[in-house]
């Protein structure tokens, strides 16, 4: 079956947040996709709509089936069943996750550049940040993790949880089974919850695809929480879906505890459905839908070295978010966006908003059809010759 990843969808219409931009505006910000859902999953929110029943739900042995057989089929690990808990989502979950395994006051562990909303899980809470920054290396153009700073961090006391992005939202980055085997040994050598964020991890360009931490060996997964969500792979934020996998027991109950209590653990009446669908039809559209980002980010990195040879891609295998290195052109890149964005309506992500040293970044978001990277790019150029002008 083809798919069709190059209609242009009136987004505009359909309440999005990140196409909530003036009429002649272009945004590559918000990570969600301008392609439509595989047709497998609209089909079975019909069909539930059709059935006309809204009332409270719970979640069918089914969800948890589909979720193991996605993982086993996609990243050749199956976790099992009874280490999984449904919720509301990925950041409900850090969120609630850090409420009910730190302290007041605690610190938590971030790798910075990394995902905005991190920040707020953490401060809203009472929680202090503490970034182990990734190292970046210009030359290379690759960042590294710096473990000698990791577990100096990580040996605090006040530090009790860490938060990682696996696969690394902005930088792109897969972090190898030997880097994460690192981190979960520090984690567990400091008695240190870690919590991590897969959310991207079906977006992948290597071969052997990333590496979920549940997959570990079992000696290290003890105080592991790793969430997983089809929101980022199939489109689907506004389902509310996520599932969180928790190893061990009695970690599990008091991660359970926290989302129960909070009510983050109810699916709205599309998440049971829309999930099974997405992990047990989507395989051949998410095959499709990698193709295409493949080649967008081809056609984007040739256009970029010819006409703006002054931005360096930072070269990395995952997610649909391109992290362009501007520090030729500036220190300050939330001045460049907003320059380009008043000069051509062209909307990127400074890298600012992700701390560490993303103010020499900017973040492009490239799933969209090639009609509109086409616009992108355009746009991109004009913005940069009139800024160095
Ligand atoms: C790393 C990461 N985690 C979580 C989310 C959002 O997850 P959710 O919508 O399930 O709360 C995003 C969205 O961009 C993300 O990039």
Redesign the pocket.
Known sequence: MSYDFETLNKKRAGNSAKWDVKEDELPMTI?DMDFKVAPEIIQALQDKIAMGLFGYEEIPTEYFKAVADWYEIEHHTRPQEDWMIFAT????AISSAVRRLTSLGDNVLVQAPV?N?FYNSIVNNGRHVVSNDLDYDAKLREYTINFKDLEEKLSDPLTNMMIL?NPH?PVGKIWTRDELTKIAALCKKYNVKLFS?E??GDITFNKEGYNPVFGLDQEYLDNVVVAV?P??TFNV?AM?A?TIIVPNANLRGQVSRGLNSEELAEPNFAAIPGTITAYTKGHDWLKALKQQLLENRQMILNFVQDNVPDIKWVPGEATYLLWFDVSKLTDDATKLSEFIRQDTGLIVTPGSVYGGDGQHFIRMNIASPKEMISDGLNRLQKAITDYQK
């Open positions: 990570a989502g990925v950041v409900p995902y909303i992005c939202n964020d959310i991207h969500s929101s980022k934020a509310h996520a």
